[in-house]
């Protein structure tokens, strides 16, 4: 029996012991199975400013379910909530939740009805009673250096080809050259005289012929006024203010032959030389050309609609109807120069033309004989367009198609307006 009890003596202090491992194995495999706090990945790429590597953040923001700072130089990946604090200033950030309410709005009351607000009327600006009037285009800047020899060329003009020996050719060169410079293109305009000795010039019939490699003088000067009135509308202005005095004046002759009136020069045939009459290879370019530099000018002046007017009224349409007749091939450029401006001028609204000036096919002319007659006028441009247009049927794009098409509704637009009985 003391032999029993010694024993069980003997075996409790290794019974406490195996208890005590027991429980100390235990709770370092709980310990170890617990999910522990994340830390970086040594992987991640970390932004450091300073020495200590507590102070050390991720190079792309780790979010998580809580708001967190996002430093400036930090990388946001899409999709997360960002939002800046008012209170610090600071961005933060964290990952978004399409279902999460903000508690800071709960309570606050939701008006969903429609509210429409009136837009403010602008009270229109009290222009003063004798205020100038406004001018869009504004003043023409003057170059720091003025040519002198533009003036020196400008009086060659202004005198004429008829006064003393003056290099005359030398100076409509210099001129075409620096029309196109608005600042200068304005200052040609600006003298009556240089406007109505380029005029003459344009529509001498006798124009000399010029030296081997220069151009004659007439195409010069329509290339001059061309020049001068392209997007220079303060020039086209000028020109306009003395339409009226520069078509009712005269250009001088030599041996007191008969002045040719402006406005009859002016309005004259563009064609002067038929190719039935045998006229030489270079006579019939020479021609065409002149009705291409012709053209050109006419072009910049029918910008002006007073000037507009008055060669719609003085049958300038059927004169540069006249230029789409030669079936010369040497012709083609200047045909196509008359087409175009009746579109740009006439057909296209993109170009800038005022559709319904031309051509109107007189359903508005009161008299009805002038109607018929006139009518027949403005059709004679479809024939002679729809001819060009039928000898380039390969070519989908060529200018007398768009042309055709755009006259042909026209027409059809403004017989709408003609009784039966003359259809």
């Given amino acids: 029996m003391a032999s029993r009890r010694s024993t069980r003596a003997s075996l409790l202090p290794f019974t406490i012991f195996m208890v005590v491992l027991g429980l100390v194995f235990f709770a370092s495999s709980a310990s170890a199975s617990s999910p522990s706090a994340p830390s970086p990945s040594a992987e991640v790429e970390l932004i450091c400013h300073t020495d200590n590597t507590s102070e050390c953040y991720p190079k792309i ?16 990946p899409h999709g997360l909530h960002v939002r800046l604090n008012i209170n610090t200033g600071k961005k933060e950030a964290k990952i978004n939740d399409p279902t999460e309410k903000n508690p800071e709005l709960e309570g606050l009351p939701v008006d969903r009805s429609i509210v429409v607000v009136d837009s403010e009327t602008p009270e229109e600006a009290q222009i003063p009673k004798d205020a100038p009037k406004y001018e869009p285009v504004g003043a023409v800047k003057q170059p720091k250096e003025e040519s002198g020899e533009f003036y ?49 010039l ?32 303060t020039a086209l202005e000028e020109v306009t203010k003395v339409w009226p005095q520069l078509m009712d004046s005269s250009c001088r002759s030599l041996h007191k032959a008969p002045q040719l009136k402006v406005r009859d020069g002016f309005y004259a045939s563009f064609v002067r030389s038929p190719e039935s009459s045998g006229a ?14 012709q053209v050109a000018a006419i072009k910049g002046l029918v910008k002006s609609p007073t000037i507009r007017d008055d060669f719609i009224a003085n049958k300038g349409m059927d004169r540069l109807l006249e230029v789409l007749a030669p079936e010369d091939t040497q012709w083609e450029t200047a045909q196509r120069k008359a087409g175009q401006l009746v579109l740009d001028s006439f057909l296209d609204e993109k170009m800038g033309a005022d559709v319904g000036v031309w051509p109107l096919f ?21 024939v002679a367009v729809k001819s060009i247009m039928e000898k380039n049927k390969g070519d989908t794009s060529h200018w007398s198609k768009d042309l055709y098409e755009r006259l042909d509704a026209h027409e059809k637009a403004q017989l709408k307006l003609v009784g039966k009985d003359e259809l």
């Fill in 362 to 382: 007189k359903a508005s002319e009161a008299d009805r004989s002038k109607r018929i007659a006139d009518r027949v006028s403005d059709e004679n441009w479809k």
């Fill in 61 to 76: 923001f780790q979010p998580t379910e809580e708001f967190q700072l996002v430093h400036d130089d930090q990388e946001l």
């Fill in 202 to 233: 344009m529509i001498d019939p006798k124009t000399p012929a010029p030296s081997e490699g220069a151009v004659p003088r007439d195409q010069q000067a329509a290339a001059i006024i061309s020049g001068a009135l392209q997007n220079n509308p």
């Fill in 152 to 200: 020196t060329s400008l009086e060659y003009v202004k005198k004429g080809p008829h006064g003393s020996d003056l290099p005359m050719d030398e100076a409509l060169e210099f001129l075409e050259d620096i029309s196109h410079d608005i600042y200068y293109g304005l200052k040609i305009t600006e003298t009556f005289d240089t406007v109505k000795s380029l005029f003459c």
């Fill in 280 to 293: 030489a290879d270079h006579d019939v370019l020479r021609a065409a050309n002149k009705a291409k530099a």
